[in-house]
């Protein structure tokens, strides 16, 4: 869902943004920059509680790697979903997509409009389709 730093970079004002809370963790820098990358849609209560206690330790770092290899990608013979966010602002959801359908030998690349990088999976407005998206892979 909406991989970051796997087929294209971070666009930089998506950096930017991130920046306060990046340098100087807060729950309310989270907010802030929550509601700027998803527009102000309703969330989910219970993770934006989590997201609260993550601000908390700033040591500690999401798991990340270096972006896969191109010859990598292209051995990857296995069925893949790609789900990307429409109105993400974290990359450019057409350019990953162009990436992932020339690397990837079996990929079904679906773009779910009005979904941003931080309100897959759990906004309800888009849930319905991404379900749908899903359920039809897997079926």
Do not use: K
């Not at 294209?8 to 989270?30: E, K, N, S, V």
């Not at 920059?33 to 601000?55: I, K, M, S, V």
């Not at 990857?76 to 350019?95: C, E, F, K, M, N």
């Amino acid at each position: 869902m909406d991989p970051t730093q796997c087929f294209a970079g971070f666009r930089p004002g998506y950096l930017l943004h991130a920046l306060p809370m990046l340098i100087r963790p807060a729950a309310r820098r989270t907010r802030a920059f929550l509601e700027w990358e998803t527009g102000g849609a309703a969330l989910d209560p219970a993770w934006l509680r989590l997201r609260d206690a993550a601000a908390g330790f700033p040591s500690t770092r999401p798991v990340t790697g270096p972006r896969p290899a191109p010859g990598a990608l292209r051995r990857l013979d296995v069925p893949t979903l790609l789900l990307l966010a429409g109105r993400g602002r974290a990359h450019d959801p057409a350019r990953v997509a162009a990436t992932a359908n020339r690397l990837l030998p079996r990929v079904t690349t679906v773009t779910i409009p009005g979904a941003t990088h931080h309100t897959l999976p759990l906004h309800g407005p888009t849930a319905g389709e991404l379900n749908r998206r899903i359920e039809e892979f897997l079926g």
